[in-house]
């Protein structure tokens, strides 16, 4: 599996056709092809290329939401 430091990950924010990727607690999701990441934007809250990991805390909705393809870790 891929290793990403923070400053590589933030090249996955999901504008002009890049994948958009997140962090959470280590690990690299692909959230590229859900509704909730169009654009690499969540709902105006999140943008991809980005550790969740802090701001997840306070999120309306537990972990499982990140029930997309892992793609690697961050070192």
Do not use: C, I
């Not at 999901?14 to 934007?41: C, F, H, I, L, Q």
Request: glycine fraction near 10%; aromatic fraction near 10%; proline fraction near 4%.
């Amino acid at each position: 599996m891929k290793e990403f430091t923070l400053d590589e990950l933030a090249r996955f924010d999901g504008r002009d056709g890049r994948p958009a990727y997140v962090a959470y607690k280590g690990v690299v999701y692909d959230v590229t092809e859900s509704s909730m990441w169009n654009d690499g934007d969540h709902e105006g809250m999140h943008q991809a290329g980005a550790d969740l990991t802090t701001a997840h805390e306070d999120a309306p909705h537990d972990e499982h939401v990140l029930d997309f393809p892992e793609v690697g870790r961050v070192v």
